[in-house]
């Protein structure tokens, strides 16, 4: 089992920056990824950024050049850092492992609220 708590979300203006946190606790050494989705009023939730336990980081093409995994894999917490947010961006973003034994297992974390406004 993996437990995950994440923090950081809340209200920011266009072009604002904010950092999610996302700490894991139990079991991982089995996590072979971690990463966030988001998922905004009547859309599905959507992959954000992920990162491989070998270090291969995935971003969505909507935040290439704007958001960043960081982390020391090692360790927990996970970040991401969100730089020149736009409305768009608003939605409940939520944190993710996913662990290996005999199969994957997806984790999520609670969500945390991310509000862009004008």
């Known amino acids: 089992q993996v437990q995950l708590v994440e923090s950081g979300g809340g209200l920011v203006q266009i072009g604002g920056s904010l950092r999610l946190s996302c700490e894991a606790s139990g079991s991982i050494d089995s996590i072979v990824q971690m990463g966030w989705y988001r998922q905004a009023p009547g859309k599905e939730r959507e992959l954000v950024a992920a990162?491989?336990?070998?270090?291969?980081?995935n971003y969505a093409d909507s935040v290439k050049g704007r958001f960043a995994v960081l982390r020391d894999y090692a360790k927990t917490p996970v970040y991401l850092q969100m730089n020149s947010l736009k409305p768009e961006d608003t939605a409940v973003y939520y944190c993710?492992?996913?662990?290996?034994?005999?199969?994957?297992?997806?984790?999520w974390g609670q969500g945390t609220q991310v509000t862009v406004s004008s």
């Open positions: 993710n492992a996913r662990a290996w034994v005999r199969g994957p297992t997806d984790y």
């Open positions: 990162i491989t336990r070998g270090g291969s980081i």
